[in-house]
């Protein structure tokens, strides 16, 4: 059997490192278009920020190509696949000096994952603008930075807000422009307050409401363009958001899902025999609304490629689909959610109510303690748990998202979860832990 993977990243590799296990005759070969394979690109505004021990970028990268040919895994960096040929069973694939072969297949995984979106006015060439997604990108934003004085952040999201923190660090001046109303707007209104006020608190210029129009320069940006006037900036991060990169899916003639990522079933097979996907270009099902979503998040991707190579290599795996789980910090901000918000169940026709609660993450009285606060939604009529937003200005303590994603993934209820059994001491929590008290403050309101 012979097994392709264009894509070497997370749901790539993944998938290349179960296909060989479940099938150790097989030959896996992956097809990478960049410079690196298996690297953690979460961790990058952590490189920026300095907060990662050693070597910076290469403490990033998980497995090398030199590794992964040790345990009967070839890799080639450099290739672009370029077409597929479903009926032939071929992939088109064009190397580092320029050569294209057609290579043959009895199953093809595609794991290309997600482009960051690059607006028209950012595709200036100037210098000094940058997207940030993988290891060479990160080093040349890297490169830029150090000769700055002030960035401006276009987008308030997840990596805008962790880089604002990063690059508050390294004593720049920081801007951050959002053409939306608020920051986080993924989250529900009452928990995007502390945001924004961190973010005032340690300097950073947020400008939200505000459309950015183009960038002034000359070889080198000086400036952002708004609706609002002009903000001077000797570099540029551009983080508006990424969309799924479905271009070798949709030439295959496989199906996009309503999010217009590619759509499989729970084997991660697409529409077209033997043409499997997974990762940040592929769409999963919510299991507290049963619709299709594209939430392009590295766990995901990694579950969705250990099940793509599960099934390629000959055995039997599926995937439940996800809750929807997220974490971000932006200075001493832990922010998380998971399921569904108030505003998001009322969107999918849930019946849905919610209750905030402001608390501390351990005993109040202890030298320790943090302001916590938490927003906590469940079904009217069932009781069912639906999901959660957290935000903690000690981020660890944020990580408590976790016992509501697992009891997500089992269809608890609220009262399941005020039910809960956690750990206590005062170091840690209070007797009744803030998401139990939010539980019962829910259950008066279910």
Not at 42 to 59: I, K, N, S, T
Not at 405 to 410: D, I, K, N, P, Q
């Amino acid at each position: 059997m012979r097994i392709l993977i264009v894509g070497g990243v997370a749901a790539g590799m993944s998938a290349a490192s179960r296909a060989q296990r479940q099938n150790p005759d097989g030959e896996v070969v992956v097809y990478e278009a960049g410079e690196y394979i298996s690297y953690a690109a979460c961790g990058l505004p952590y490189v920026l920020g300095g907060e990662v021990r050693g070597e910076g970028f290469d403490r990033l990268v998980v497995r090398t190509p030199a590794q992964m040919r040790g345990r009967g895994i070839s890799v080639r960096l450099g290739h672009r696949a370029e077409g597929i040929d479903a009926r032939a069973g071929t992939l088109t694939v064009r190397g580092p000096d320029g050569v294209t072969t057609t290579e043959p297949y009895d199953r093809l995984l595609l794991a290309t994952g997600a482009d960051p979106v690059v607006p028209p006015f950012a595709q200036t060439g100037l210098e000094g603008v940058h997207v940030l997604k993988t290891i060479p990108g990160a080093q040349e934003l890297d490169a830029s930075l150090r000769g700055a004085r002030r960035v401006c952040i276009i987008g308030g999201g997840y990596i805008g807000l962790e880089m604002a923190e990063m690059l508050r660090a390294r004593d720049l001046s920081v801007v951050v422009v959002e053409r939306l109303p608020d920051l986080a707007t993924i989250l529900d209104a009452p928990l995007r307050v502390p945001i924004r006020g961190a973010l005032h608190r340690h300097g950073v210029d947020v400008r939200t409401g505000v459309t950015v129009t183009g960038l002034q320069g000359q070889g080198r940006v000086s400036g952002v363009e708004t609706d609002a006037g002009l903000i001077r900036a000797d570099t540029v991060l551009v983080a508006v958001g990424v969309r799924p990169n479905t271009e070798l899916a949709e030439a295959a003639g496989a199906r996009l899902g309503e999010t217009r990522a590619v759509a499989v079933n729970r084997r991660q097979e697409t529409s077209v025999a033997g043409i499997y996907a997974a990762g940040d270009n592929t769409q999963a099902t919510h299991r507290v609304t049963g619709q299709p979503v594209w939430v392009p998040l590295g766990l995901t991707a990694n579950r969705m490629g250990r099940v793509a190579g599960v099934n390629m290599a000959g055995g039997d795996a599926s995937f439940p689909g996800i809750v929807g789980t997220g974490i971000f910090r932006t200075f001493e901000l832990g922010v998380a959610l998971t399921g569904v918000t108030q505003a998001q169940a009322e969107g999918a026709g849930l019946d849905a109510v919610s209750v905030d609660l402001s608390s501390t993450d351990s005993a109040g009285y202890h030298v320790s303690s943090q302001p916590v606060h938490i927003r906590l939604t469940g079904e009217k009529g069932t009781g069912r748990l639906l999901g959660a937003q957290i935000v903690a200005e000690n981020h660890l303590a944020a990580k408590r998202i976790d016992v509501i994603a697992a009891l997500l993934g089992v269809g608890a209820t609220v009262e399941d979860l005020f039910e809960t059994d956690l750990a206590y001491a005062p170091p840690f929590s209070s007797t009744w832990d803030f998401p139990l008290v939010a539980a019962d403050k829910l259950l008066r309101q279910l």
